[in-house]
């Protein structure tokens, strides 16, 4: 289940990044080393993270997940092995909030897109999961809280 959704413009953000292309089915095996990575790039060059992680999901496909991991930070992070410096464009997006495990955002991502749809909005071929609180911050999955994010394209239709 998910918050009400919002239509909202983002501001453009700096962060540090790795970009990675795995099989669906690695996902949990590369995630924490990967946020692990990002993480300690940006402590060891003296920077912080300006805001909660997130993922930026370049395209959907069934089988694969081509996405990138950010630190959001204020000042530029040097190239430090997989590690790169990247800025998130200021877009018009869809915004909801979903509560629950990771394993709830699936269907999560459903509904969210039905309201989209219904709304008469057009998703862009990219999405973005802000981590509000996870594992790291709460043991219990159901207090977990992820910003879901789709980039719209054109106007709301007629």
Known sequence: MIETPRITHTT??????????IPRSQIRSVMGPGISEVMAAVQEQGLS??????THHLKMDPATFDFEICVPISAPV???GRVVC???PAVRVARAIYQGPYEGLGAAWGEFKDWIDANGHAAGPDLYECYLVGPES????AEWRTELSQ???GQVAA
């Open 12 to 21: 453009p953000q700096l962060a540090a990044i790795i970009h990675l292309t």
């Open 49 to 54: 993270p300006t805001g909660p992680w997130f």
């Open 86 to 88: 990247g800025e998130m």
């Open 151 to 153: 980039p719209l394209i």
């Open 138 to 141: 709460n043991p219990n999955p």
């Open 78 to 80: 040097a190239a430090a």
